[in-house]
């Protein structure tokens, strides 16, 4: 009865709790205030979470496997422009050769990158056998269970992962690798005009060979249909009982592991229902671990630095942007990163405040609930909407 009033509250067990969105009103009333969001807006204003391309922790950071996040054009034009070596009426075709140049150099470089990251994470792959996600999800849940029935004053911290970061995303970002003898065949033939090739079909390059453009061709075809039309938080949802259209409409949108339309017909045809279900619990169990990895980062040292293109990926795999929105334009321009550092931050507040891997007593699925995808990419802000520029003042308000 009281569930059925009460469509925001998520039953665990035999434990009801009701949870709200985060919004401008309540972050103004001691009554709903998030103290995971008050820790984590202390350390980004104290200046101990960064964004920033020096410096940036060795750790969480994995550049390499990433695209660039700014395109050379206006950098080598100017360059040229100002080469007195130069002839005037050579200028116009030496701009774009030397762009060309540079384009097939990047490509190179992606690739040689993604190759070797294959290759170093294949000890890795021996190991987990493509199940990385859902058994240091398990070593979270084992630690955090531990930790609470040992809890006392002066006990020591949440057991850490037999990994760090780095290592978690760059063996999620090793099965780039399959894309690479198509590329090289594509690249050999067009050689300069990949770029176009790259622009106009962008999935078949390797992530770390993208432009911005083809960069922003994909996250558009990505983007969270529900942002802002989401008045309650919604209930709890298991892959396992979900209708199948609904799980297959996730499939098609979901960044963290895109399922090609040909594997989801295939799904169908031979109604293969655990297939999908269980690409959804991985999607899940994915960013857990990863939110988990950088939550304890940024709460256990004096210093965080994430790379602008890390930011970005956050935010893409998450589904944290509108589809106007340049991500890569925004991580690089002052503003438009405070705006994507804070709904990361909103983000993680949501979900993590109250959690025993934030200092509170509940364990993440106590919470939630085991494999709630129904706030996979709830941004937890009011409606399911997202923070703009406009709303900076009231949040970095001390």
């Not at 410096?55 to 994995?62: G, H, K, V, Y």
């Not at 531990?146 to 990994?163: A, D, F, N, V, W």
């Not at 078949?204 to 060979?209: D, E, I, L, Q, S």
């Amino acid at each position: 009865m009281i569930r059925n009033k009460l469509p925001h509250v998520v039953r665990y067990h035999s434990t009801l709790q009701l949870v709200s969105p985060l919004s401008v009103s309540a972050l103004n009333d001691p009554l709903h205030s998030n103290p995971l969001l008050n820790r984590l807006k202390d350390t980004y204003l104290s200046g101990k979470l960064v964004v920033g391309h020096e410096d940036a922790t060795e750790s969480l950071n994995s550049t390499s496997s990433l695209p660039m996040t700014q395109f050379p054009k206006d950098k080598i034009f100017m360059q040229v422009s100002q080469d007195d070596k130069v002839g005037f009426w050579r200028k116009p075709l030496v701009k774009w050769f030397r762009l060309g140049v540079y384009m097939v150099k990047y490509y190179k470089e992606g690739v040689k990158n993604t190759y070797r990251l294959a290759k170093d994470t294949r000890p890795l792959d021996r190991q987990y056998q493509g199940k990385m996600a859902t058994e240091l999800c398990k070593f979270v849940e084992f630690n955090e269970t531990e930790y609470r029935l040992k809890k006392r004053s002066g006990s020591e911290p949440i057991g850490l992962l037999p990994l760090n970061r780095r290592q978690f995303v760059e063996f999620h970002r090793r099965k780039e690798a399959w894309k690479i003898p198509f590329f090289f065949i594509l690249a050999l033939v067009f050689e300069e005009f990949t770029a176009v090739i790259c622009y106009l079909w962008p999935k078949v390059a390797p992530h770390n060979c993208l432009t911005p453009g083809a960069f922003a061709k994909i996250t558009k075809s990505h983007v969270n249909p529900e942002l802002g039309q989401i008045p309650q938080v919604p209930p709890y949802k298991s892959p396992y009982t979900m209708h199948t259209d609904e799980v297959y409409d996730r499939l098609k949108r979901a960044s963290v592991e895109e399922t090609p339309k040909w594997k989801l017909a295939l799904y169908r045809l031979v109604n293969n229902k655990v297939l999908p279900r269980e690409t959804l619990v991985r999607i899940h169990h994915y960013l857990f671990v990863d939110d988990w990895l950088l939550l304890q980062h940024i709460l256990r040292n004096k210093s965080t630095v994430l790379a602008p293109a890390e930011l970005v990926d956050c935010i893409r795999l998450r589904q944290l942007y509108r589809s106007e929105e340049d991500l890569n334009a925004m991580a690089n321009d002052p503003q438009g990163q405070r705006v994507l550092v804070w709904r990361l931050l909103i983000y993680w507040a949501f979900r993590f405040d109250k959690t025993v891997t934030c200092g509170g007593e509940s364990l993440f699925a106590e919470r939630w609930g085991a494999n709630n995808i129904s706030i996979l990419n709830y941004s937890g802000w009011e409606n399911g909407d997202l923070i703009g520029s406009r709303d900076l003042p009231i949040l970095e308000l001390r």
